[in-house]
């Protein structure tokens, strides 16, 4: 990990994590934490985001406390998976004691897609995942040496983390760090909220970003999909595969320009039009933020592609026949 930023992080950690609340603290002394993060409710934080149970009235999109977790989430499994009485107004103790020093310390991960956003969650980076689902004792604890050498060496693990301010989940679970600002957060949003809502096991097939040439390729898919893609060609912004349904969506997200025109739908056509002639249906999406921006742009939008509102997430506009 030193020496230099790793755009996407890939492990497979498995199910189920049998450590309780006293093991998990002695995880994180073992890891060489400040003994003020050493805690009973930073220790109800990681187990809370390493939680694989199924559960209803998580954020959209999300269907377990390791998909993404709020603060009053993780507050309700204290309650009712760890059996402590959490004060609903302790949210800001959880935040600031615990839940900030572990995203400082790169092993939780902040997804906050704007400013005082009330969907922001939270998330067990990979490697603290695979930590905690590790089922062998031993293993574990070579992993944990492992991991505290890491978090030792000075600030690069740290300054990574911090710098990826926007990362996305592009695989199960593999992590690619967008680089900051209002476009790559709605892109986020695409990926994380739009893709579950209505793809059936969606996958990133391409997720472009300014700072990293190329952003995100799913190489194997492209070349399943016969996708002429090329850092240098006109792309669009998310290009989303469902392969259970033969969807292909190719997303154009709008934070202040880009929605897509008729002119825009010729060149993405045409993008597509190989993996189309494979069976694959293609949808058409302009991703904005909200209405307000929407309506600046509403009588640019091509007939026979779709329109989702992002603070809206359950919905989508239709401009002609839906696809």
């Given at each position: ?8 992080v ?20 073992q ?83 704007s400013t ?65 600002g ?95 002639a ?13 209405r ?32």
């Amino acid at each position: 990990m030193a020496g230099g930023v790793t755009p996407a992080v890939t492990l497979e950690p498995s199910e189920e994590v049998t450590l309780d609340l006293d093991e998990v603290r002695v995880l994180l002394q073992q890891l060489g934490l400040d003994r003020r993060l050493i805690t009973e409710q930073s220790a109800i934080c990681v187990l809370a985001l390493a939680d694989s149970a199924e559960r209803d009235s998580l954020l959209a999109g999300k269907k377990r406390l390791r998909d993404g977790a709020r603060i009053h989430d993780i507050i309700e499994f204290a309650r009712h998976e760890c059996g402590k009485e959490v004060a609903e107004n302790t949210r800001e103790s959880y935040r600031k004691l615990s839940l900030q020093p572990l995203c400082e310390e790169g092993l939780v991960v902040r997804h906050q897609l704007s400013t005082n956003d009330p969907k922001t969650f939270y998330r067990l980076h990979p490697e603290m995942l695979r930590l905690l689902t590790c089922p062998a004792p031993l293993e574990r604890r070579w992993l944990a040496r492992e991991l505290a050498v890491r978090l030792s060496q000075g600030e690069t693990w740290k300054q990574q983390r911090r710098r990826a301010e926007i990362p996305v989940e592009v695989g199960q679970p593999q992590l690619f760090f967008l680089s900051p600002g209002t476009h790559s957060r709605l892109a986020a949003e695409v990926v994380e909220v739009y893709a579950p809502l209505f793809l059936k096991a969606p996958r990133v097939v391409y997720l472009g970003d300014t700072r990293h040439k190329g952003g995100y390729q799913n190489r194997d898919l492209m070349r399943e999909l016969n996708l002429p893609i090329q850092v240098t060609a006109n792309l669009p912004d998310v290009i989303l595969l469902c392969e259970m349904e033969r969807y292909l969506v190719v997303v154009e997200v709008v934070a202040s320009s880009g929605p897509i025109s008729t002119a825009r739908l010729a060149q993405l056509q045409h993008l597509v039009q190989q993996a189309q002639a494979l069976g694959y249906r293609p949808r058409y999406v302009s991703a904005f933020p909200s209405r307000r921006v929407f309506r600046r742009f509403v009588e640019d939008i091509a007939w026979s592609t779709q329109v989702w509102i992002a603070n809206e997430a359950e919905q989508v506009i239709n401009f002609g026949t839906a696809p």
